[in-house]
């Protein structure tokens, strides 16, 4: 085993803790894992990163039902849309998006490009979201919901989810707090099983295509990943959650900053 996947199992237990300690953000650590460190082609790496998000993502849903912290109709409101939309994306638009999109004497956009740009300014976005306080919003008896944007933010995020390989947990949350009226401790448990669903079936469009999965490394990072929720579940007992949330944030706007600097004037 080469040093460079010791280091990406380990680093993948980090992946794990911060779905463990924020209901989301994992796969903004995986993707460049698998990418920079794991040398995994970004787009197999999206494909990857769904499979150990939504696994994890499930392990994790799983510990808040328990708890009774899971909407489960709202899973299937939300789910079923994002589902759908994500398996769409991986099947069929990203295969067909081409190699080479694009090419200049000086520059040439390719997909694997492409796809961590879209990435790093996704993670811009989820860095702010982050860093800017989340005010929990006070929920009304009887407040109706607007199922027609809940079913379209559905579609949005799916598509945004199956293109970067991203669980989107830091946009379902806040949906669920703004958009279906749901309490922060149950959007947090309700995320992890939307993510779940749709990270996996979203993975289910890259098998049925023509990807040649490496299942050890997939089985021993998803297993490090594991891990890794169940410390993020005991840390987040510990520490306050807008400062784990706020020093994330830093964290992965710089991270973001970094993949488009390096994809654009590095490589």
């Known amino acids: 085993m080469e040093i460079s996947q010791i280091i990406g199992y380990v680093l993948a237990v980090f992946v794990g803790m ?11 650590l995986s993707v460049p894992i698998l990418v920079y460190v794991m040398s995994i082609e970004p787009t197999l790496a999206t494909a990857y990163s769904l499979f150990v998000i939504g696994t994890t ?12 912290l899971v909407d489960f109709n709202k899973v299937f409101l939300f789910g079923i849309p994002a589902v759908i939309s994500v398996f769409v994306t991986r099947k069929i638009l990203v295969p067909r998006i081409p190699d080479i999109i694009f ?8 997909k694997s490009i492409l796809i961590m740009v879209v990435f790093a ?25 607007n199922y027609y944007k809940i079913i379209f933010l559905g579609i949005f995020i799916g598509l945004l989810s199956g293109f970067v390989g991203a669980g989107g947990g830091f946009l379902i949350v806040p949906t669920l707090l703004f958009f279906a009226k ?24 890259d098998i049925m295509g023509n990807q ?17 929720i169940f410390i993020g579940n005991f ?25 488009i600097i390096r994809e654009l004037f590095w490589s």
């Open 212 to 228: 040649i999965i490496d299942w050890m490394l997939l089985f021993f990072f998803t297993l490090a990943s594991i891990v890794g």
């Open 182 to 205: 749901t309490p922060m401790k149950m959007a947090v448990g309700t995320s992890l099983f939307i993510v779940s669903l749709q990270s996996l079936i979203g993975f289910m469009g």
């Open 121 to 145: 300014f996704v993670m811009i976005f989820a860095s702010i979201q982050m860093i800017k306080p989340l005010k929990e919003r006070i929920v009304h008896e009887g407040e109706k919901l």
């Open 18 to 28: 911060t779905l463990g300690m924020l209901g989301s953000g994992g796969s903004i």
């Open 103 to 110: 090419s200049t004497e000086n520059f040439t956009l390719s």
């Open 235 to 259: 840390i987040s007992k510990k520490v306050e959650d807008e400062k784990l949330k706020n020093s994330f944030g830093w964290f992965v706007l710089g991270m973001g900053i970094y993949i």
């Open 57 to 68: 993502s499930f392990v994790g849903g799983i510990h808040k039902a328990k708890q009774k």
